[in-house]
């Protein structure tokens, strides 16, 4: 794939939105809804509850604006990258004590290095917690594999679930506690080095994957699977390639935060309950902004899944009470303030729709700038999709070899 032309056009569409994506719809209320252009918004509007939930799903129903309709078509091809859907075989005591979720990343990621990893003798994965992919890894290949990870008591429990297990190993597994860090650690680094090695992140968190890449400059191969791009810091881990800083994007925060919400399909009853959990969210933001207007930004902070079922004024009580706050109004009041800004809050669902469409470029942006720095360090790079999405979102692989 040729990424940077790739990257090229994503920018070139998305540029044009940013006041969309780039902002909090919430926190800026009601100047962010300002940026939605007005027959986006009379289009949302005119939708019913299908209609919504297909907008949520990237789908336009009925006569939409060519403007819109435009721009997620451009998206939608310009976020296409290619399967790697083959699964490795894995037996019933493999997958023994793996969610459902754990079982399907491996097989898909077995699958993906059996075919990718002929010269591959040694493998190390960072944040490999239990070290289960070192465990199958060590059984399937006969790789020497080392399982890095901070967090010493996974560690030992992937010990201890290694000595329970009647199965043979295979390749010798060793558990490296260390926190993997930019810079020089002499301890870790020459794991990352050599032809014959891989080196694998698996779902490697934020600015963790910056830092496998840079450490792997040396490795035969490299997988990485990122997540909680929120966690990354700007301007230092975004762009990261030569080619990302000629083509930045006005990347924020609340984008990043945006890039971990890419979820293509919702089922009816999770988007129902997400939009009850908005309204109540919603209409306790205007509430509190008309009670307490000194105030900058009233976080409601996540509720119990309960309240959230109960009546309004249950819920705007109850986060008053937990921040300390009163507004001296009557449950009655609460609830005639709560259907008194409907039509708001509804508009503030559907720029929430609307900007959802977004996510899954922006993560994709991300991506394509960190195989356009892979590039730059030599390899042969591809961008694939690994994880059904429905199992596992965050499931965009970068796969690299070093050009022979
Ligand atoms: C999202 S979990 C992924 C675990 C495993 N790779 C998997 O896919 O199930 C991230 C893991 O990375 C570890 N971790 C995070 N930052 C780390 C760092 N700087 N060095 C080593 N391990 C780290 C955490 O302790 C955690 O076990």
């Given at each position: 794939m040729d990424f940077q032309a790739r990257l090229e056009a994503l920018t070139h569409q998305l540029r044009p939105w940013s006041a969309l994506w780039s902002r909090s719809i919430l926190q800026g209320w009601p100047e962010s809804g300002a940026a939605y252009p007005e027959d986006w918004l009379d289009y949302a509007r005119s939708l019913d509850e299908t209609g919504e939930r297909r907008l949520d799903q990237g789908e336009l129903v009925g006569a939409a604006p060519p403007s819109l309709g435009a721009l997620l078509g451009a998206l939608e091809e310009l976020t296409k990258l290619p399967w790697h859907e083959d699964r490795h075989p894995m037996t019933v005591s493999e997958t023994q004590g793996l969610s459902d979720k754990k079982a399907h990343e491996l097989a898909r990621v077995l699958a993906l290095l059996g075919s990718r990893t002929r010269f591959i003798q040694q493998a190390v994965d960072i944040g490999g917690g239990m070290g289960h992919l070192a465990r199958l890894c060590a059984r399937t290949f006969g790789w020497t594999f080392h399982s890095i990870d901070r967090d010493a008591a996974l560690q030992d429990k992937g010990r201890q679930w290694l000595k329970r297990a009647r199965s043979p190993v295979g390749g010798p597994l060793h558990f490296i506690q260390a926190s993997v860090e930019d810079g020089p650690q002499p301890r870790i680094d020459?794991?990352?080095?050599?032809?014959?090695r891989a080196s694998i992140g698996l779902h490697t968190c934020g600015p963790l994957a910056l830092t496998q890449i840079r450490k792997s400059r040396g490795a035969g191969f490299v997988l990485n699977i990122g997540c909680c791009y929120d966690k990354l810091e700007l301007p230092r881990d975004y762009p990261v390639s030569g080619i990302g800083r000629e083509h930045p994007l006005p990347f924020t925060p609340h984008a990043l935060a945006l890039t971990t919400r890419g979820r293509p399909r919702k089922t009816e009853a999770e988007f129902a309950r997400m939009k009850q959990v908005y309204a109540w969210r919603f209409a306790f933001h205007l509430l509190s902004k008309r009670q307490?207007?000194?105030?900058d930004f009233v976080r409601a902070g996540d509720a119990p899944r309960a309240l959230y079922d109960s009546p309004f004024a249950s819920y705007a009580l109850d986060r008053l009470e937990r921040l300390g706050l009163s507004s001296n109004m009557t449950a009655d009041e609460l609830t005639a303030f709560e259907v008194s800004v409907r039509a708001e809050t509804r508009d503030l669902l559907l720029c929430h729709l609307l900007r959802d469409r977004f996510a899954r470029a922006l993560e994709v942006v991300l991506l394509l700038d960190r195989a356009i720095f892979l590039e730059e360090l030599g390899f042969e790079v591809e961008l694939l999709q690994l994880f059904e999405p429905d199992v596992s979102p965050r499931n965009l692989a970068l796969v690299a070899s070093q050009s022979v």
């Open positions: 020459p794991l990352f080095s050599g032809r014959d307490f207007p000194e105030r």
